[in-house]
């Protein structure tokens, strides 16, 4: 059974997404194991927040590596507030998939990703800007030369 028949007939059973929603989302393409489709989903989303969050946590708590330096600048406090609320909504929903995670039945992970895909439309607006924010710093001056000292 392909993977998309197979997600058809969970989409019935749970009240799923769109299969080609997901599919665009999350790439469901590369999953190789139907047997547990909704657990192969609920990692896909969860390796997809989990990414997400580490980018944010690198502008929030800055590493002392190039690219966290220069990121972590662009934005001033009250940025960083509405930045926090973004990744708070993201460690929700990345606990949640840990939760899903430990509890693994497949009625747990539909549940995860429904909840996930009423939530992703608006957090991925706001990725969308923080992100193009990331990328626009780079096409500024910059002073990290001065920050970082003689690197050779």
């Known amino acids: 059974m392909a993977i998309k028949d197979k997600y058809d007939d969970l989409k019935k059973k749970y009240d799923l997404p769109e299969y080609s929603l997901m599919e665009y989302e999350f790439d469901l393409n590369t999953i190789d194991d139907e047997k547990q489709l909704l657990k192969e989903i609920r990692k896909k989303i969860s390796d997809k927040m ?22 972590c600048k662009v934005f001033d406090d009250k940025n960083k507030d509405k930045i926090y609320g973004l990744f708070t909504k993201m460690m929700i929903l990345h606990r949640n998939a840990d939760l899903a995670f430990l509890n693994t039945t497949e009625k747990n992970d539909a549940e995860f990703i429904k909840s996930c895909m009423k939530e992703w439309p ?15 710093s780079w096409m500024n001056e910059t002073e990290l030369k001065e920050d970082l000292g003689y690197m050779g």
């Not at 989990?50 to 990121?71: R, S, W």
């Not at 608006?122 to 626009?136: A, G, N, P």
């Open 50 to 71: 989990e990414y997400f969050t580490k980018l944010i946590e690198g502008v929030l708590q800055p590493d002392t590596n190039a690219i966290c330096m220069h990121e």
């Open 122 to 136: 608006s957090l991925k607006k706001e990725l969308t800007l923080f992100v193009q924010t990331l990328k626009d």
